[in-house]
């Protein structure tokens, strides 16, 4: 069974910077390394938004509104996913989560989601 969870989050100032992680179990590493991998976030009230995305063979796509500042990684061999996020911002607040695209499993899987406050 396939499991994403995601870590790293938490309550930052202005400006500041955190670093979310996310490890996928249940699969070989294979199906890992031909899937796309993706953070999406949700504010309180608003619609689950695309962050960033990592390609399979690994172009990136970002949001407008954190071009720049945040970076999608992903390594292979430990079958994670990273988002490294700099000079945050209040407007960045809210539930991240990473999402797995299998190319091989042909299905979307979703981790539980990570809290990130950004103080003003």
């Known amino acids: 069974q396939v499991h994403l969870v995601e870590s790293g989050g938490g309550l930052v100032q202005a400006g500041g910077s955190l670093r979310l992680s996310c490890a996928a179990s249940?699969?070989?590493?294979?199906?890992?390394?031909?899937?796309?991998m993706g953070w999406y976030r949700q504010a309180p009230g608003k619609q689950r938004e695309l962050v960033a995305q990592?390609?399979?063979?690994?172009?990136?796509d970002y949001r407008d509104s954190v071009k720049g500042r945040f970076t999608i990684s992903k390594d292979n061999s430990r079958k994670r996913v990273y988002l490294q996020m700099n000079s945050l911002k209040p407007e960045d607040t809210g539930v991240y989560y990473c999402?797995?695209?299998?190319?091989?499993?042909?299905?979307?899987?979703w981790g539980q989601g990570t809290q990130v406050t950004v103080s003003s």
């Open positions: 990592i390609n399979i063979d690994g172009p990136t």
């Open positions: 999402r797995l695209r299998s190319r091989s499993y042909g299905t979307d899987y």
């Open positions: 249940g699969m070989i590493l294979s199906v890992f390394s031909s899937s796309t």
